[in-house]
């Protein structure tokens, strides 16, 4: 009778449990439909997942067998007796796993609402970026801009200096800002099936580092590199911006550019390859 009403008062926590657990679960997803708000996601998510567990530690403790039973079979069984047993078990057992199948559904009632909650913020995250972080803002005909919008000209530049560009209309896009130095036309040893992606001297890379993504922002002119100063890679300027010290192992992307009819900078097309860190070039 004892561990009759005990295991009746151990389902009724359990489904207590489950209860509180899908009620917070469906509460959750309601919350994320409605915008989310951070506080409430905590406490309901914290209710779902504790129903649960309480739910499933209070069936595992009472509900489940401790052990191996261990009975003496000296005596012999009273005559009349095994009917009466088997009788005893096949109605307590009828009993209990009515209780369990009760338990079962409202376990998965609580599992399904979980479910359900998590759903919503794997949404959230959005759609494939897709070969979006391949490709930048630059474009054949794009004409060359300074931060604050004005046109670049050929003419802007003298021999050893270096200013930011942006393709025009696109001064936000940090990963197309790009860096346009001149140099002498005679010292650049352009990589093969470069050679026209230079105009009289000017020269554009990507300034983005190849290693962490920190912007490689230091020109130094007796040297002719590039030099990024979070961790020290340094990139030839006239040997295809390739890296010549610190941990970078890919060199900068160069942007082909060339000079229009009134006399502006423009792109011949994107870059040579993905700008940043050199992850994102990896075959997937």
Same mark, same amino acid.
């Not at 070969?131 to 930048?136: C, D």
């Not at 197309?176 to 005679?186: E, K, Y």
């Given at each position: 009778m004892n561990d009759t009403k005990t295991e009746k008062q151990a389902v009724r926590r359990i489904a207590i449990a489950f209860a509180v657990s899908t009620v917070a679960g469906l509460s959750l997803a309601? @919350?994320?439909?409605? #915008?989310?708000? &951070?506080q409430a996601e905590g406490i309901l998510l914290a209710l779902a997942l504790g129903g649960l567990g309480w739910g499933m530690a209070e069936w595992a403790?009472?509900?489940?067998?401790a052990g191996p039973e261990v009975g003496d079979y000296a005596d012999p069984p009273v005559p009349g007796a095994e009917e009466e047993v088997a009788g005893?078990?096949?109605?307590?057992?009828?009993?209990?796993?009515?209780?369990?199948?009760?338990?079962?559904?409202?376990?998965g009632a609580a599992a399904a609402a979980m479910g359900l909650a998590l759903v919503f913020p794997i949404r959230s995250l959005g759609p494939s970026p897709g070969?979006?972080?391949?490709?930048?803002s630059?474009?054949?005909?794009?004409?060359? @801009?300074?931060?604050? #919008?004005?046109? &670049?000209?050929?003419?802007?530049l003298a021999q050893g200096g270096v200013i930011t560009v942006f393709p025009e209309g696109h001064t936000d896009q940090a990963d197309?800002?790009?860096?346009?130095?001149?140099?002498?036309?005679?010292t650049i040893q352009a990589p093969e099936g470069r050679e026209d992606w230079t105009a009289d001297g000017l020269i554009a890379y990507s300034k983005i580092c190849t290693h962490?993504?920190?912007p490689v922002g230091l020109y130094r002119v007796a040297t002719h590199d590039l030099f990024c100063p979070c961790h020290q890679s340094t990139f030839d300027v006239l040997d295809g911006a390739k890296p010549i010290a610190g941990p970078a192992t890919r060199a900068l992307p160069q942007l082909p550019i060339e000079v229009d009819d009134e006399g502006y900078l423009v792109a011949r097309d994107d870059f040579s390859e993905p700008v940043g860190?050199?992850?994102w070039n990896m075959p997937t």
């Open positions: 309601l @919350v994320y439909i409605r #915008g989310g708000n &951070v403790g009472k509900l489940m067998p005893v078990v096949e109605e307590g057992w009828e009993e209990s796993f009515g209780r369990r199948k009760f338990l079962f559904r409202m376990l070969t979006s972080l391949l490709r930048t630059w474009a054949r005909g794009i004409r060359m @801009v300074r931060e604050d #919008g004005r046109l &670049v000209q050929a003419s802007d197309s800002q790009t860096l346009l130095i001149r140099v002498d036309p005679a962490a993504g920190c860190p050199s992850f």
